[in-house]
């Protein structure tokens, strides 16, 4: 475990050494991030509608009682979505979207030479590979989840368009009522975490695969599998350290 | 020109290489051949560093690289092009990108120039206008041409080829023979090719080094290999009929 965690923090300090060329490590970077963020948009926007559709209407199920205000249903389903489902539930999707793909590609490239490759050339691999993907995971993560938020709370909106079990008017005044700013800064700290640990940990297993194509599932595997344990474990650090 | 000294490599309690010493000089063709297993590709990676040494030293022009910080090696890497036995292009870029990587990282080349040596690369071996091609589209001697094009693309002074014939048909493998001699011969590169194709050692083995079992078991150039009274040489080298016929006749 100690002989994998200072593997993994050589790796991450190699990373971020001085570039070779500013400008080719920049395109690296904007490639990674219309993959990683214009990519995965679609699945998150799916998953945050649905996810806050069905938040909305299970508390709204759980709250139905006419000694409780309709309005709370929508404050406990603002809370609930911005500090843990489009965090921790759009991380997790990311993980197994962004976190898979950075490790079979890094992997590919290591099983087929193109690791060996680059460093015969003198460039520094792990800079070259790695940080652009952590640049762009620590940015456009972040992005990703605002939008999960937006849609989540949309979601919310529409169930109770269709189910009825509490009017819109209260759930948008559920929405305002007692909001308090901190638990989007909780939420922009998670993300940032969340998309540092899912390019970070899935581009170790990626750089440090050998053999072939089994080999390179395997590290696609541990790497999701991983990054999945890291973010929950954040998710509770950073949860009882900023509420 | 290139020292290698006393090199030992082991893998755990793996021993593979044992003691290998050679030089290389520049504007020939200095082959490593041997049978599977025999070490060819771990000297190479050695000598290029992608492996440690376990003992012993490389040198490149007198210069010992062994003993050289990352950052040290980079302008001796700069200095080297390599083709792969899988010829290891980057699958997300086109050929032309392929070829102009090195030039975009470490020169300070215009957009122009460098699409100029780009063409001109592609031109050397032989694949005029497949510049907006992905390695995915190309065949096997065709993606082996591109990894020359790109190795050659910094004007390196050593160029190093690993089994450049593997998985080729024989007129390809010929073709890619011939273009690594021509390359060597107008860049005056010291070249170091490691194969075990007979036809390779025969047609362009300016000097060649047998790998046995880990060890260095014989040097000479390919008119001497008719020749040897080597053992394990004539075994590994005329192990067909038709080799051990065109012997005959020589």
């Not at chain 2, 200095?30 to 490389?58: A, F, M, Y």
């Not at chain 2, 194709?197 to 079992?213: E, K, P, T």
């Amino acid at each position: 475990m100690f002989h994998t965690l200072g593997r993994y923090l050589i790796l991450l300090r190699l990373s971020f050494k001085k570039p070779e060329k500013f400008s080719v490590y920049w395109t690296e970077v904007m490639r990674e991030m219309n993959s990683q963020g214009i990519g995965s948009l679609g699945i998150i926007c799916i998953i945050s509608v649905f996810i806050g559709a069905v938040a909305t209407v299970q508390v709204a199920f759980q709250l139905s009682s006419p000694l409780v205000a309709q309005s709370i249903a929508g404050s406990i389903s603002r809370d609930s979505t911005i500090l843990e489902f489009s965090p921790t539930i759009s991380a997790l999707v990311l993980a197994g979207r962004v976190g898979s793909s950075i490790a079979s590609q890094i992997g590919t490239m290591r099983v087929t030479e193109q690791i060996d490759a680059l460093e015969i050339m003198g460039v520094n691999t792990p800079g070259y590979l790695i940080s652009p993907k952590i640049i762009s995971g620590v940015s456009m993560i972040p992005l990703l989840t605002i939008i999960s938020v937006v849609l989540g709370l949309s979601g919310g909106y529409i169930a109770c368009i269709v189910s009825r079990d509490i009017s819109p008017t209260d759930y948008i005044i559920g929405l305002r009522d007692n909001f308090n700013p901190i638990i989007v800064v909780v939420c922009c700290v998670k993300s940032i975490a969340f998309g540092f640990i899912i390019t970070s940990v899935c581009a170790y297993f990626g750089f440090y695969t050998s053999g072939g194509a089994l080999e390179v599932g395997q590290s696609a595997t541990k790497g999701v599998v991983f990054s999945c344990i890291w973010i929950l474990f954040a998710d509770l650090i950073v949860t009882s350290l900023l509420l | 020109m290139i020292e290698i000294k006393d090199i030992y490599k082991s893998f755990g309690e793996n021993e593979v290489l044992r003691g290998i010493s050679a030089t290389f000089k520049p504007g020939l063709n200095n082959l490593i051949i041997g049978g599977s297993g025999s070490g060819k590709t771990t000297v190479l990676k050695c000598i290029v560093g992608l492996h440690e040494p376990t003992k012993g030293d490389v040198f490149y022009d007198g210069e010992n690289f062994t003993e050289m910080s990352f950052r040290e090696r980079v302008p001796v890497r700069k200095q080297i092009g390599m083709l792969f036995q899988n010829s290891a292009l980057f699958d997300s870029m086109t050929v032309e990108q392929n070829i102009m990587f090195p030039l975009n990282l470490f020169t300070d080349m215009p957009k122009s120039e460098k699409l100029d040596r780009a063409n001109f690369c592609l031109k050397r071996v032989n694949l005029e206008g497949k510049n907006k091609l992905f390695p995915a589209e190309l065949s096997g001697g065709m993606k082996k041409r591109v990894g020359i094009a790109r190795a050659i693309s910094m004007q390196p002074k050593y160029l190093f080829v690993d089994e450049p014939n593997s998985g080729l048909d024989p007129l390809t493998s010929i073709l890619i023979d011939n273009l690594i001699n021509e390359i060597t011969e107008e860049f005056n590169t010291t070249t170091v090719i490691v194969t075990h194709d007979m036809n390779s050692v025969m047609g362009i083995g300016d000097h060649v080094v047998f790998l046995n079992n880990g060890e260095k078991w014989w040097e000479g150039s390919k008119s001497e290999i008719a020749h040897t009274n080597n053992k394990e040489l004539n075994e590994f080298v005329f192990a067909s009929k038709f080799m051990r016929a065109a012997r005959a006749k020589l």
